[in-house]
């Protein structure tokens, strides 16, 4: 199921790893493990925020991925999202067609 994991990272453990080089390797391991179909940057509540696009294969997956984010102490968000072409499909059963 496509998913959004919204990562807003934790100050102090940000600022530490950008003081000392690591973030963009954390940032890379997190996207070589998730593989995101989209992936984005922005600041949210004053915080760093990533926003990922996954396919999310079964519910259970959900703790391999998410653990190297917990390991960054971030607070995580998870949605189900769709893409024009779901929520076309999923119209099309509600209406019959």
Not at 28 to 34: A, D, F, P, R, V
């Amino acid at each position: 199921m496509r998913t959004l994991i919204q990562v807003e990272f934790d100050t102090e453990t940000a600022n530490r790893l950008i003081a000392d080089g690591s973030m963009p390797k954390a940032l890379q391991g997190i996207i070589s493990t998730l593989k995101p179909e989209a992936v984005y940057f922005a600041p949210t509540a004053g915080r760093r925020c990533a926003y990922l696009f996954v396919d999310l294969p079964a519910e259970y997956s959900m703790v391999p991925m998410l653990e190297p984010l917990w390991e960054l102490n971030a607070e995580i968000s998870i949605t189900p999202c769709m893409n024009l072409d779901d929520l076309t499909k999923g119209l099309g059963i509600i209406s019959g067609s």
